[in-house]
């Protein structure tokens, strides 16, 4: 998939000067200094490179505009058919699939302790939630 820009267009009327740039291409794990000594403090190191994939994906560019259009896109309940039949259908915005697929991708939608004890994955856990 083509990367794509958050950058909007520029308006014909005038420039927009008190908005800051997109904030894309970090690491956001990296860059949440809390995160990462809590990391380092409550034994969970055995996760950080995984910690830092998730960092890497919330950073990009094409995460944070599918994330944005799945928060502006809600769930659509169909409870018909075009025929008239009972469907019950709940449909979601591509991009929340996506969102959903790269959570999914890093395990970060259902981690469980693999060599560890629990506690110590119940703890990496709430950091890639962060």
Do not use: I
């Not at 995160?35 to 996760?47: C, I, M, N, T």
């Not at 409870?79 to 790269?102: F, I």
């Not at 259902?110 to 709430?126: D, F, P, Y």
Request: charged share 25%; aromatic share 8%; hydrophobic share 35%.
């Amino acid at each position: 998939m083509a990367a794509q820009t958050l950058e909007k267009p520029r308006s014909a009327t005038h420039e927009v000067l008190n908005q800051s740039v997109p904030r894309v291409g970090f690491d956001e794990f990296e860059l949440n200094l809390p995160l990462v000594e809590g990391v380092k403090r409550y034994d969970a190191g055995w996760a950080r490179e995984r910690l830092h994939q998730a960092g890497r994906l919330v950073g990009s560019g094409d995460f944070q505009l599918w994330a944005e259009q799945a928060n502006t896109n809600p769930p659509r309940l169909d409870t018909h058919d075009r025929y008239g039949n009972r469907v019950d259908e709940v449909v979601y915005h591509p991009a929340y699939h996506q969102v959903m697929r790269s959570a999914v991708q890093l395990g970060a939608h259902a981690w469980r302790g693999v060599s560890c004890a629990q506690e110590r994955t119940l703890r990496a856990r709430c950091c890639s939630c962060c």
